[in-house]
Antibody, heavy 119, light 106 residues
Framework: QITLKESGPTLVKPTQTLTLTCALS??????????VGWIRQPPGKALEWLAL???????RYSPSLNSRLTITKDTSKNQVVLTMTNMDPVDTATYFC????????????WGQGTMVTVS | SYELTQPLSVSVALGQTASIICGGN??????VHWYQQKPGQAPVLVIY???NRPSGIPERFSGSTSGNTATLTISRAQAGDEADYYC?????????FGTGTKVTVL
């Protein structure tokens, strides 16, 4: 059974760097074709795709946030880490990580999300 | 950058059919995925690659694409289908979500 769980600070100050961890279970990010993505959702607003990392360490970023984001994986710990620099109150959101299935390209399993407030 | 546009809201009578539109330039040439999100919960995949249902998703959910439009159809709508729905594609390997549609079952 595939599960993902996000963790990180619930409150950060403006200009600080946010570091979020996604703990993976039930699959390995070393398996060919697998990807893990980060998606966020400000309160009452739509989903916004942030970043994706593949099993082969290929990485993709949202063009609008590219300069602030870094996604990495630690296969030995089975986790994915997202860092976002220069946080601003508009970055207040629930941050989700999700499993991208190789065969379909869809995010078929999502973590529960973690709420981050910038203030 | 690529954009996906959805109506803000759709209402459907209990037991009737709801259609949720997702508009994007030549979206018919891409694989479209649809997610359902209920308040306070993470999104759930309901349709992948335009027309396919993951296991556990009722047959009442179906998808189609053509030209510049993708459509999620909910047949025989139930109270439990009330949620926000998002379309999603990959455009030049970048993820793009639609603006989201709130479905209300009357």
């Amino acid at each position: 059974q595939i599960t993902l769980k996000e963790s990180g600070p619930t409150l950060v100050k403006p200009t600080q760097t946010l570091t979020l961890t996604c703990a993976l279970s039930g699959f390995s990010l070393s398996t060919s074709g697998v990807g893990v993505g980060w998606i966020r959702q400000p309160p009452g607003k739509a989903l916004e795709w942030l970043a994706l990392i593949y099993w082969d360490d290929d990485k993709r970023y949202s063009p609008s946030l590219n300069s602030r984001l870094t996604i990495t994986k630690d296969t030995s710990k089975n986790q994915v880490v997202l860092t976002m620099t220069n946080m601003d109150p508009v970055d207040t959101a629930t941050y989700f990580c999700a499993h991208r299935r190789a065969e379909t390209g869809a995010f078929d399993i999502w973590g529960q999300g973690t709420m981050v407030t910038v203030s | 950058s690529y954009e996906l546009t959805q109506p803000l809201s759709v209402s459907v009578a209990l037991g009737q059919t709801a259609s949720i539109i997702c508009g994007g330039n030549n979206i018919g040439s891409k694989s479209v995925h649809w997610y359902q999100q209920k308040p306070g919960q993470a999104p759930v995949l309901v349709i992948y690659r335009d027309t396919n249902r993951p296991s556990g998703i009722p047959e009442r959910f179906s998808g189609s694409t053509s030209g510049n439009t993708a459509t999620l159809t909910i047949s025989r709508a139930q109270a439990g289908d009330e949620a926000d729905y998002y379309c999603q594609v990959w455009a030049s390997s970048i993820g793009v979500f639609g603006t989201g549609t709130k479905v209300t079952v009357l």
